[in-house]
């Protein structure tokens, strides 16, 4: 018998209707698989991968990470500050602890390519790093089991 994944989901509210369809993408995909899951909700993408070190530090343990929020560029460079130390602190946590992340948090020049994005009769990103998470889940399992691709 195997075990229902356990999710935590990590959410930017900074664009809230745009962090609100990302979820909604992703919950649905994560139903279908019948995980459980659990959210916390952040003010904005920097404050993710506290968020995500939080969680390690904290009693409960997820099998899986699903990171979900919005940059869009403005008129400064806080935008570059915004998604490229966002996702390198993102990658160096998921390395150091072995982490099944999927990773939502969009990049984008504008409101348009958001939505494009975000929403699920789109590209639907959020069930997609919600499909990314349980594939790393995956991974893990079978490389911690001595299986791997030959």
């Not at 990590?10 to 279908?32: Q, S, T």
């Not at 904005?44 to 968020?51: D, F, K, R, S, Y």
């Not at 009693?59 to 996702?87: F, M, N, P, W």
């Not at 789109?122 to 990314?132: E, H, I, L, P, V």
Request: with cysteine; charged share 25%.
């Amino acid at each position: 018998m195997t075990t229902k994944p356990q999710i935590l989901i990590i959410d930017a509210r900074f664009y809230e209707p745009i962090a609100d369809e990302l979820v909604a993408g992703a919950h649905a995909v994560l139903e279908a698989v019948g995980a459980e899951v659990d959210r916390v909700s952040v003010p904005g993408v920097l404050e993710i991968p506290a968020a995500l070190a939080m969680a390690l530090s904290g009693g409960k343990r997820h099998g899986g990470y699903v990171l979900l929020g919005c940059v869009i560029r403005g008129e400064t460079t806080h935008y570059d500050i915004v998604a490229e130390q966002s996702a390198r602190a993102v990658m160096d946590l998921a390395v150091a602890h072995g982490l099944a992340v999927g990773n939502g948090i969009l990049t984008v020049e504008n409101d348009e390519q958001a939505w494009a994005r975000a929403r699920r009769s789109g590209k639907d990103k959020g069930g997609g790093a919600a499909r990314a998470a349980l594939e790393m889940i995956a991974v893990r399992n079978r490389l911690k089991s001595g299986g791997g691709d030959d």
